[in-house]
């Protein structure tokens, strides 16, 4: 069984959430990289090699899992969620350093790749 798990995020502050927007978005990565792809360095590669390969260029490898239940674990630690569908995304901010002193509100989105009784297996786990 194959399970790989992506994960993306949206970063709202103050200002963008007053224009219904986001601040920022793209992928998050091991360690905690964001990989931007909203930004202007983001954009000028779009323009060199194509949307397409400018997202393969910015996409980390995703988390992979041979059983549900790693896959669940993973998940979990980032919690409380709610459903996208086919995927789960927090609920709250994490309560990171810069949402106290800025009002950046950072959410994390897991996107799951597997067969879809899997997936939906995953998603049930996690928020029960």
């Known amino acids: 069984?194959?399970?790989?798990?992506?994960?993306?995020?949206?970063?709202?502050?103050?200002?963008?959430?007053?224009?219904?927007?986001?601040?920022?978005?793209?992928?998050?990565?091991?360690?905690g990289w964001k990989f931007s792809i909203a930004d202007d360095d983001f954009q000028e590669r779009v323009k060199s090699v194509g949307q397409d390969q400018a997202l393969a260029d910015m996409t980390p490898e995703p988390n992979e899992f041979d059983c549900i239940e790693d896959a669940v674990d993973f998940i979990k630690c980032d919690g409380p969620f709610e459903s996208g569908g086919t995927w789960l995304t927090q609920c709250d901010p994490s309560g990171?350093?810069?949402y106290f002193e800025s009002g950046e509100d950072t959410r994390l989105s897991f996107?799951?790749?597997?067969?879809?009784?899997?997936?939906?297996?995953?998603?049930?786990?996690?928020?029960?």
């Open 1 to 31: 069984m194959s399970i790989k798990v992506q994960i993306t995020y949206d970063m709202t502050t103050p200002e963008s959430a007053e224009d219904g927007d986001t601040a920022d978005h793209g992928f998050y990565g091991p360690g």
């Open 111 to 128: 996107h799951i790749d597997a067969d879809p009784a899997v997936r939906d297996e995953i998603i049930e786990l996690v928020l029960a």
């Open 96 to 98: 990171d350093r810069a």
